[in-house]
């Protein structure tokens, strides 16, 4: 469980990276959909959230 945890702490610093990334871009003006950076830290987000789901289990309600 640990190894897991930690693996979701590392995930969660590289989404703060790319979520400041991203802010910089739109600050910046140029966050959109012809700007293949973007794409990139877009497509590298959702595979960490869906690698942490992975990880993390179903949701419960």
Known sequence: MDKAMNRVSVIFKQLQEIA???ADMALAGCANHDNPRL???MKRHRQ???EARQILGPKEE
Do not use: E, I, K, N
Request: no cysteine; charged share 45%; proline share 0%.
């Open 20 to 22: 400041d990334q991203t």
């Open 48 to 50: 960490l959230t869906d």
């Open 39 to 41: 794409r990139d830290l």
